[in-house]
């Protein structure tokens, strides 16, 4: 099956739209990733402050990581076998998820990478409709 897929993602949300010959499915998923994750324990303004009481930066970096690369493998999972990925979005989050499949030998599927702000469900699905016509 030869089908297409786009995908807009950002570090909170990806919406995927997979288009085949004669029908059209879209897929919401959310990451539960904590971006900026906050550093817990007292503060040094407050009174008394442990440092050992505030995890390290490297260990939240790892844990960020490691929720980010689930979060890419889902996206992943629900592409199936499309064939031809149109990725796009507003952040970092787009080349993350381009290096992740090519790490995984996908990276062959990406047809392109484009920028894009926050859109509707529908203006995604008409996004990737356009992209793949004129192709």
């Known amino acids: 099956m030869n089908s297409k897929a786009g995908v807009w993602l ?3 949300e990806a919406v995927i739209v997979t288009a085949g010959a004669t029908d059209e499915h879209s897929v919401r998923l959310l990451s539960n990733v904590e971006t900026h994750p906050q ?3 007292d503060s040094p303004l407050k009174g008394p402050y442990e440092p050992r009481q505030v995890p ?3 260990k939240r970096q790892r844990a960020l990581t490691g929720d980010l690369n689930r979060y890419y493998d889902a996206i992943i ?3 199936g076998n499309a064939q031809a990925l149109l990725i796009f979005g507003p ?4 080349g ?4 992740r499949l090519e790490s995984q030998g996908l990276g062959s599927r990406v047809a392109a990478i484009e920028t894009a702000d926050k859109m509707t469900d529908r203006q995604i699905g008409a996004k990737v409709r356009q992209y ?3 192709s």
């Open 10 to 12: 950002d570090h909170r």
């Open 132 to 134: 793949f016509s004129a």
């Open 91 to 94: 952040g970092e989050a787009k």
């Open 77 to 79: 999972a629900a592409l």
């Open 39 to 41: 550093r817990s324990g």
């Open 56 to 58: 390290a930066d490297d």
């Open 96 to 99: 993350e998820l381009k290096r």
